[in-house]
Structures are given as structure tokens and as C-alpha cells.
T-cell receptor, first 114, second 113 residues
């Protein structure tokens, strides 16, 4: 079975500081991994995805994530936070070749302080 | 523009009433999904459909029903049997690729009074 753990339900950073949101997964086979962002009372928007090509994945709005198989991690980073980055972020996993659907983490609420 | 349209965005209902949430997509995706979102619990899969006239239960299907009569449409009915229906409901769709990247609607917020 696959699962996703997001460490830290709430993260606060100052504007201009590094953003680091943590995601660890478990999967018995090579996974597909995703980061989604959700603004209040809206649907989810794809930030980036890992599909077994490059381990460092670049997404929209300056975000990137690195797939580390040895650590079973897919942490999301952004070098410099902007006020508009304040939102909830979800990590999701789907084992390749599986009949299972995406499994989502419980989410991390990012607050950006002025 | 292609996308997923959910309606209504906000809905109030009395206990004991069934309510149907609409989801329409014009992305020509084969698969459609319904998720429920509660604070601090992420997204939980209610039902999904990979082909017209067929659908499968997700992790929390009890108290819900769906239909898939057209490729573009996947309505969700929240029945009176659902014990705690107040939540944010998200519809999504995808191609049947191995990665199953999801595209989401804007969501429907249901409040039971």
C-alpha cells in the first residue's frame, strides 16, 4: 500500500526566506509523485510532478522538488517566499503500474510573514 | 477554455435531505473522481469512474452515490445516510495515463443545517 506523510501541518516563513515543505512516501514500486497547491475555497492546482525522469523537478511559481529514493522523500522548496505563496500544499503519490488512485497527504498550510 | 465546472459552489441543506453536486468536464478525459476534503485530513476518495456507465467505490463511499451516463458528467449525490456530510467536495478528472495527473474543479462547499 502507498502512503504519504507531510511533516508539519503549519509552516511559517518570512517573505524572502527559503520555503521547505516536507513529504515522505511509501511505495512498493517506483512512484509518481505530485505537489499541488490550494488557495482558500478553490480547487487544487498542480505545482509539479515526478514521473521517473530527472530527480530534480521544476514547477510553476519558482517551486522545485527533489526525488530522493534513498530517503523516500520528495520535499518542496522555493528559494525566496512571496506573500502570494501563502496557501495549503498537498503531496500525493501513485505507484507506477498500479490500479490504485492517487493518495494525498494531509496537507501543509504555508503562512508568509511580512 | 477547457476545464472542470462544479456547481453549486455553496449549498445548504437540512438533515435528512439528499443533495446532488454537479461536475462537468470538457477536457475529453476518460476518468473522473470525487474527493471529500475536511480540515487536517487531506483529500479522501469517494468514488471514481474510468469509463461511461461504470464506477468504483473509493475509500469513503458510504452514504454517497454517483452516475456516469456521459463522458463529460459525473454527478455526486450525498444521501441522508451520510452521517457527517458537511465538507468541501472536489471533482477531478484525468487521462488514463499511468501517472493519472489530476485536474480539479473549484469545489462545492456543502453545509448541513
Amino acid at each position: 500500500a502507498q502512503s504519504v506523510t507531510q511533516l508539519g501541518s503549519h509552516v511559517s516563513v518570512s517573505e524572502g526566506a527559503l520555503v521547505l515543505l516536507r513529504c515522505n512516501y511509501s511505495s512498493s514500486v517506483p512512484p509518481y509523485l505530485f505537489w499541488y497547491v490550494q488557495y482558500p475555497n478553490q480547487g487544487l492546482q498542480l505545482l509539479l510532478k515526478y514521473t521517473s525522469a530527472a530527480t530534480l523537478v521544476k514547477g510553476i511559481n519558482g517551486f522545485e522538488a527533489e526525488f530522493k529514493k534513498s530517503e523516500t522523500s520528495f520535499h518542496l522548496t522555493k528559494p525566496s517566499a512571496h506573500m502570494s505563496d501563502a496557501a495549503e500544499y498537498f503531496c500525493a503519490v501513485r505507484p507506477s503500474g498500479s490500479a490504485r488512485q492517487l493518495t494525498f497527504g494531509s496537507g501543509t498550510q504555508l503562512t508568509v510573514l511580512p | 477554455d477547457g476545464g472542470i465546472t462544479q456547481s453549486p459552489k455553496y449549498l445548504f441543506r437540512k438533515e435528512g435531505q439528499n443533495v446532488t453536486l454537479s461536475c462537468e468536464q470538457n477536457l475529453n478525459h476518460d476518468a473522473m473522481y470525487w474527493y471529500r476534503q475536511d480540515p487536517g485530513q487531506g483529500l479522501r476518495l469517494i468514488y471514481y469512474s474510468q469509463i461511461v456507465n461504470d464506477f468504483q467505490k473509493g475509500d469513503i463511499a458510504e452514504g454517497y452515490s454517483v452516475s456516469r451516463e456521459k463522458k463529460e458528467s459525473f454527478p455526486l449525490t450525498v444521501t441522508s445516510a451520510q452521517k457527517n456530510p458537511t465538507a468541501f467536495y472536489l471533482c477531478a478528472s484525468s487521462l488514463l495515463s499511468d501517472s493519472r495527473e489530476l485536474f480539479f474543479g473549484e469545489g462545492s462547499r456543502l453545509t448541513v443545517l
